[in-house]
């Protein structure tokens, strides 16, 4: 089984939704379920097909999660320090075509979200800017096409 790599927050985060998977969705869920049933017959009742199909994706979810778990290889970022980029770095470029000015957390795949500033260490730009310092220029194949960025700052916070 293979490690996935991650940040504590990220871990975190996982073990707080499990935990809500496990103690208030999937009661909710047999609740529904339980009172589905009550209303009789099961082969025409949206509410109880509508419910078991909760059930299915929600458990999906929770066996997804303890997998992660599992397999987790939390490194604190906050030990971390240096020039380069690497996991857990939080780095600001700048687009040199637009010169607009982004900042990304360089992260585990589980705890990815571009909205949110954290770009998965799988990505073809954190791909492109591992081992790279502060001042150097990066080319990225990206899927809308070809990006040049700036590196100006490399932190781990």
């Not at 909760?54 to 290889?73: F, H, K, P, T």
Request: without cysteine; charged residues 30%.
């Amino acid at each position: 089984m293979e490690k996935i790599p991650m940040t504590a927050a990220g871990y975190a985060a996982l073990e707080a939704e499990l935990k809500q998977r496990q103690q208030q969705e999937r009661p909710r869920i047999i609740q529904a379920i339980a009172e589905a049933r009550a209303l009789g017959d099961l082969s025409e009742n949206a509410e109880y097909h509508a419910a078991k199909e909760a059930q299915g994706l929600n458990e999906g979810r929770v066996q997804e999660l303890e997998g992660l778990i599992s397999r987790a290889d939390i490194i604190d970022v906050s030990k971390l320090d240096g020039q380069s980029v690497k996991f857990g770095a939080t780095v600001t470029l700048v687009d040199e075509d637009t010169e607009e000015e982004r900042v990304y957390q360089i992260v585990g795949e589980p705890e990815a979200d571009v909205r949110r500033g954290k770009m998965s260490i799988t990505s073809p730009v954190a791909r492109a800017l591992i081992g790279k310092t502060v001042g150097d220029t990066v080319e990225v194949n990206t899927p809308g096409g070809g990006k040049s960025y700036e590196i100006v700052k490399v932190a781990f916070i």
